[in-house]
């Protein structure tokens, strides 16, 4: 089982290379089960796409 | 072969330096944000304005703005590049400015346990928020915002950040995560929670 640390780990490295399925599968099961990570993952995507309204501005 | 048309629109266009100089502006600050140097900034974008006076490359392929930008970056890249050769500071990670937000299990301690911020649209509609956002992001340590900065700033990817720095895959992603750990944080305590508001 993914700890929160390591999960935080994928999601940041899935904007940069694409995840094996292993990783995914195993990130997704604890997403399902981690709310503080879920918020986290959303705030990760959302700070991408920050950075490219805040380049526009 | 070519017909008459595709060849004009390849013909160097003049630019027209009143449109370049408007820019000028967003590009020193475009330039500040990566390099964290004003007096540098103003330097490298009149070189870049000159450049794209004289250059005579500019086709009318692409707006002027994205021609300009494009040889601005590649100044920042050379600037960057030329930087990692003769490293003035060490290299010593600076963790300041960063709670470690897990405890021992490396799970979240419940009082750093990540929020919900909402609907993104609405937080990027607050003017205060950019404020914040621009505050976080020079709150970055040193080495960790020229990597953050690079991918997500000047839009290189991860593989060429490598590259221009002379680090390894798995170091660029221990820096990504840290990096966007810290602005989450920041983020979160500044304007989400509105701590110090």
Same mark, same amino acid.
């Given at each position: 089982m993914l700890k929160c640390k390591q999960a935080t780990e994928l999601m940041s490295q899935s904007q940069d290379r694409a995840l094996t399925l292993n990783e995914r599968v195993r990130l997704k099961l604890h997403l399902l089960i981690c709310s503080g990570c879920t918020n986290c993952n959303k705030q990760m995507r959302f700070l991408h796409e920050a950075m490219e309204q805040f380049r526009k501005r | 072969m070519q017909n008459e048309s595709d060849q004009q629109s390849l013909q160097p266009q003049k630019v027209d330096a009143e449109q370049i100089a408007m820019m000028r502006e967003e590009m020193v600050r475009f330039t500040t944000l990566q390099l964290r140097d004003a007096i540098l900034a103003e330097d490298i974008v009149h070189e870049t304005i000159n450049a794209a006076l004289s &250059? +005579?490359? *500019?086709? +009318?392929? +692409? &707006?002027l703005k994205s021609w300009v930008f494009a040889i601005l970056r590649n100044k920042i890249i050379d600037v960057i590049r030329d930087r990692n050769r003769h !490293?003035?500071? &060490? /290299?010593?990670e600076d963790h300041s +400015? *960063?709670?470690? !937000? /897990?405890d021992e299990r490396d799970h979240w301690k419940e009082a750093q346990t990540p929020a919900d911020w909402g609907r993104p649209d609405m937080v990027m509609a607050n003017e205060q928020f950019w404020v914040i956002f621009e505050i976080c992001l020079n709150r970055l340590p040193e080495n960790t915002a020229r990597v953050f900065m690079m991918r997500e700033h000047l839009e290189l990817d991860l593989k060429e950040v490598c590259k221009e720095l002379d680090i390894s895959d798995k170091n660029a992603w221990v820096i990504m995560h840290r990096a966007r750990m810290q602005l989450r944080q920041c983020l979160e305590m500044n304007f989400i929670t509105g701590v110090h508001l």
């Open positions: - | &250059s +005579g490359k *500019y086709t +009318g392929r +692409g &707006s !490293p003035t500071e &060490s /290299f010593i +400015g *960063y709670e470690d !937000p /897990f």
